[in-house]
């Protein structure tokens, strides 16, 4: 098969019951749905987790991107506050010699 073909998710959940539930081997599933057996097995090792495990890879990943949000932010009111310092610095010095 080509590069960048999309399969649907019930596709994908149906190859990898066919595995999993049914005990058929990966590369005669594959050959018989005419994919390769390395995309089949990437399906089975993503999707044969129970429910609750993807969900809370799901809820991790999610998280993950959360934090990663609020730590750009955070960043970001940090150098506002170090430009700000340095600056008050300055006119500080500014108004004492006067």
Sequence with gaps: MGKGIRYSG?????????????????GE??????????TLYGWVKKLSKPTVKQQ???DL???IARL???LKRTEQERDILKEAAVF???ESKNTTRS
């Design 10 to 26: 019930e596709f994908k959940q149906e190859a990898v019951n066919q595995v999993v539930v049914h005990g058929y081997s990966v």
């Design 61 to 63: 990943k999610a998280e």
């Design 88 to 90: 008050f610095a300055g």
């Design 29 to 38: 599933v594959a050959d018989r749905l005419g994919i390769s057996s390395k």
């Design 56 to 58: 809370e890879e799901v």
């Design 68 to 70: 990663k949000r609020e």
